[in-house]
């Protein structure tokens, strides 16, 4: 089993930046992907970003493509989402996920099944 634990949200004006962070923990060996997703109230849950175990293939939604950056240490068995530009839109309950199995096209880790979920950390953006 692996146990994801997200930090660094909070609130923050528009324009502005924080950086959320995953800690993994537990069966390590079977993180692979690992994702960061988003929820807004009255919204379906969104994939934002992923990253590949090596961190050769990522994955951004158009809606924070060139804003927001994924990144992983494995050493650390983390994973870090920069979000910079921030906009109101951006505020939402976001999570963190990872794969369980080896995936190597960008359609997998946009699509495919993220195994392990962690309990979210909530970012606000004020106008």
């Not at 976001?94 to 099944?113: E, I, P």
């Amino acid at each position: 089993q692996v146990q994801l634990v997200e930090s660094g949200g909070g609130l923050v004006q528009a324009g502005g930046s924080l950086t959320l962070s995953c800690a993994a923990s537990g069966r390590t060996s079977t993180v692979y992907a690992m994702g960061w997703f988003r929820q807004a109230p009255g919204k379906e849950r969104e994939i934002v970003a992923s990253i590949s175990r090596t961190g050769t293939i990522t994955y951004y939604s158009d809606a924070v493509k060139d804003r927001f950056t994924i990144s992983r240490d494995n050493v650390k068995n983390r994973a870090y989402l920069q979000m910079n530009s921030l906009k109101p839109e951006d505020t939402a309950l976001y999570y963190c996920a990872s794969q369980k199995t080896l995936q190597l096209t960008v359609g997998s880790l946009r699509f495919g099944l993220y195994d392990y979920w962690g309990q979210g950390t909530q970012v606000t953006v004020s106008s």
